[in-house]
């Protein structure tokens, strides 16, 4: 029997891995996802290694006291909405619906504070064509940006439709798989924070 | 399908968890260390919380073990472009 916190709806469920289809789809994504992040992070490192000159310290151009707040906003959204996901195995629609707005508000605030962030780069002239410092930056914080707002609007569709009724104790399978999305932009978030604002 | 009693990971313990370690790493990141050092602590630091995210967040150690196998199959992949991009500058 699955353990009570993966406890699986009454879907169909792949022979192979277990998992409903759904479940199974949203995994095969977020794998390629790796990978496509894992090409931006390569190149990161091979241009910073060539070229160490072109990228100020920590701190100096970036930052890091807003950064990190919106980090640590990353990492409440990611409780938020997995407690989303446990009201809606345990059935508790309130708390259902309470953490999936909680979870749109903060998301929201993620990309409000990162939009912030680059409009006064952008007033100190730090922008992509400066240099290869601005172009990396631009391109690895963009592109997760995006996958961010990308979340935040797939997460409204899903808190419409926790408010219609849509998900129960029994069919959970719209908010795990969005959880699923969605702790993965929190991980990538991690890994870019100590990459691209820390080292 | 039971229903009555489902059991959660301490999500809270996680969260404050991942706190701490992000103020851990900001600490690091401005200490009087070797460059070299403090890189490889805030790695490994920002590797830890990834961990904590995909094992308790997303459930992977919750899961069955193919479903794990799959989900860890493209790492290796990462893990050999990185340190191919790497070496470009050491041979």
Not at chain 1, 86 to 92: E, F, I, S, T
Not at chain 1, 146 to 161: A, D, N, Q, R, S
Not at chain 2, 32 to 61: D, G, N
Request: proline share 4%; hydrophobic share 55%.
């Amino acid at each position: 029997m699955a353990h009570p916190a993966v406890l699986e709806p009454p879907a169909e469920a792949e022979p192979g891995s277990g998992v409903y289809n759904e479940k199974l789809g949203m995994w095969v994504f977020l794998l390629s996802e790796v990978m496509f992040f894992t090409a931006l992070i390569g190149s990161y490192i091979i241009l910073r290694f060539g070229h160490p000159e072109a990228w100020a310290a920590p701190g100096k151009v970036l930052n890091i006291p807003v950064t990190a707040v919106n980090t640590f906003l990353l990492i409440c959204s990611s409780v938020t909405m997995v407690k989303a996901y446990a009201g809606a195995v345990d059935g508790k629609q309130e708390a259902l619906k309470l953490w999936l707005v909680l979870t749109v508000i903060i998301g929201a605030t993620f990309v409000g504070i990162q939009v912030y962030e680059y409009y006064h780069l952008i007033e100190k002239a730090f922008i992509p064509s400066q240099g290869l410092y601005g172009s990396t930056f631009y391109t690895m914080t963009g592109f997760h940006g995006f996958h961010v707002t990308m979340g935040v609007l797939c997460m409204m569709f899903v808190t419409w439709k926790a408010f219609r009724g849509a998900y129960s104790a029994t069919d959970y399978r719209g908010v795990e798989v969005i959880g699923l999305y969605w702790h993965f932009v929190d991980l990538v978030w991690i890994i870019l924070f100590t990459i691209v604002y820390l080292i | 399908m039971e229903q009555a009693t489902h059991k959660h990971p301490n999500y809270i313990a996680v969260w404050i968890g991942l706190a701490v370690l992000t103020a851990i790493e900001l600490t690091v990141a401005f200490l009087p260390w070797s460059k070299r050092t403090i890189i490889l602590v805030l790695i490994f630091l920002a590797l830890w919380k990834a961990l904590m995210v995909a094992l308790y967040f997303m459930h992977l150690r919750f899961e069955p073990t193919r479903m794990r196998i799959l989900a860890a199959a493209p790492l290796p992949l990462a893990v050999i472009l990185v340190i191919a991009v790497i070496t470009e500058f050491r041979w």
